[in-house]
């Protein structure tokens, strides 16, 4: 089974070859590495400011992620949440696994509520952010420090008790 761990820049060319190709060619978004700049430098982007980032590892190999920033005042938002086609499922778990892993730190560190951004076509990801009690909420809802991405048009909250 994957094991999960917080990780850094030594794992992003790893990130990068796992993320692009689910955008783009399953999905169809329109997003390039140069519009993910954050990706090339993990630890500056995420770590250094409060966040974190893990990826599911199975013999070192990425295989999922998921990312958190850290946007002050008990808030944090959550970035790359992907996981390999062959490890999608309750068979392995690994984005339930994911998330439970970034709320333990939410509540660690002091972050309260949750927001993230995702794009209308993912609804296998929208289904589970449902599932796991995120409520949809408005863009102009967002707090003024969320960092929009272009793709994103459905967006999410969950606050951590």
Not at 37 to 48: C, F, H, K, R, S
Not at 129 to 158: R, W
Request: glycine share 10%; proline share 4%.
């Amino acid at each position: 089974m994957p094991q999960i761990e917080p990780v850094g820049n030594l794992y992003s060319q790893q990130i990068v070859d796992l993320i692009i190709p689910i955008q783009q060619i399953e999905f169809g978004v329109p997003i390039t590495l140069e519009d993910q700049p954050d990706l090339m430098d993990i630890e500056n982007n995420y770590q250094a400011t409060g966040g974190n980032f893990w990826a599911a590892l199975q013999d070192g190999k990425v295989v999922g992620t998921i990312a958190l920033i850290s946007i002050g005042d008990g808030k944090g938002v959550i970035r790359k949440m992907f996981v390999s086609k062959d490890f999608r499922g309750k068979e392995f778990g690994i984005a339930q696994k994911l998330l439970i892993g970034l709320i333990d730190f939410c509540k660690k560190n002091g972050i309260t509520d949750l927001y993230l951004g995702t794009v209308d076509i993912l609804k296998a990801a929208i289904r589970f952010y449902e599932k796991n009690g995120f409520l949809s909420l408005e863009k102009k809802d967002l707090p003024s420090s969320f960092p929009i991405m272009s793709a994103d048009n459905v967006f999410y909250h969950l606050e951590i008790k």
